[in-house]
């Protein structure tokens, strides 16, 4: 199975009719800092850390990894999104192994179809460098915004479990058979 670092990284900036994909660059530090110690982004994904403990472990250029792009609006950092093969440690057993779609973006930009736009196109790029490869997401049932991107994405349900004190929602997503 190829792995998303055997890619050439990182690509081309992926842009959208309002949006730029890119490799994560030191202003964006700040952006993440707020990103990671936000409650309203924390409450699916365990809750904010302490700002304190961000910035300690944060590096001042964050770090650049296959699959990992910024969300960047008119020049500012607004989220990110992930393409990330899980291990077999991951807390999530049904994705392990898997690559994994994630996304975070500020609170700020939520409602105006950012997700679902940058989620697309690193989509889209995905199938072009791992053809055929199928792409697990995870989210709580409970956080409806991103059941509806998944619903938006092509993401089909495999199952429903519970984790994390919380009924979580299992999907994959298989890219379109190549035209060619």
Do not use: K
């Amino acid at each position: 199975m190829p792995e998303l670092g055997s890619v050439a990284w990182p690509p081309g900036p992926l842009t959208t009719d309002r949006l730029l994909l890119r490799p994560p660059v030191p202003r964006d530090r700040t952006a993440f800092i707020e990103l990671y110690t936000s409650p309203a982004v924390g409450t699916y994904t365990g809750g904010p850390t302490s700002r304190e403990a961000v910035e300690r472990a944060l590096p001042a250029a964050p770090p650049v990894r296959p699959g990992h792009f910024v969300i960047d609006l008119d020049g500012a950092m607004i989220g990110a999104v992930q393409l990330e093969r899980r291990d077999l440690d991951y807390e999530v057993r049904q994705a392990a192994g898997s690559v994994d779609l994630g996304n975070l973006l500020l609170p700020e930009a939520w409602g105006r179809g950012y997700a679902t736009e940058a989620c697309a196109a690193a989509l889209v790029w995905f199938a072009d460098a791992l053809p055929g490869e199928a792409v697990v997401l995870t989210t709580q049932t409970a956080n409806e915004p991103s059941m509806r991107l998944a619903a938006r994405l092509g993401f089909v349900e495999v199952e429903r479990f519970e984790a994390y004190d919380a009924e979580q929602w299992f999907g994959s997503w298989t890219p379109p058979a190549s035209a060619g």
